[in-house]
């Protein structure tokens, strides 16, 4: 990580997740703000996080509003998503508005994972593949051409 971490904003109203969550970012060095209401929310996405969670369980807060909240404030980080498995279908149409959607099995089994895939960057981004070489006989770096059958042809 380089610079100041900037802090997960997490919408959970199950305190054991509460707990587990700011605990898990504080290890990883990121400041960790758990809010439980829509209001909440909004004062925490004003801090610039460089990440929301959203318990899309929480039957007691209107998911939809918190959603919008996050849209409204030009959705300024990932938004990341759990929900259980029983209650998968029923979230759905909200899974959309998140860029990723877990189990809470997985959100519990993978978090400090899934804390550094959303908030840090990969050390070196991706190279793009060599181009092909050509050589004698047309055998590229990836070996002989494999002649194709032609389409259509039936035999």
Request: hydrophobic share 35%; proline share 13%.
């Amino acid at each position: 990580m380089s610079g100041p971490a900037r802090p997960i904003v997490a919408l959970v109203r199950d305190l054991l997740f509460q707990t587990r969550i700011a605990e898990t970012a504080r290890r990883l060095g990121y400041p960790c703000r758990t809010v439980r209401s829509v209001d909440e929310l909004r004062a925490g996405l004003a801090e610039a996080p460089g990440l929301v969670m959203l318990d899309l369980t929480a039957t007691a807060v209107d998911l939809d509003a918190a959603l919008g909240a996050v849209e409204a404030a030009g959705r300024p980080a990932p938004v990341l998503g759990w929900t259980t498995h029983v209650l998968w279908k029923q979230t759905k149409p909200l899974h959309g508005r998140c860029d990723r959607v877990v189990t809470r099995e997985e959100l519990t089994e993978k978090l400090p994972d899934l804390l550094r895939d959303c908030l840090e960057p990969p050390a070196h981004p991706p190279s793009p593949p060599p181009p092909p070489t050509g050589g004698e006989g047309g055998a590229g770096a990836r070996g002989p051409r494999v002649p194709q059958p032609e389409s259509g042809a039936q035999g």
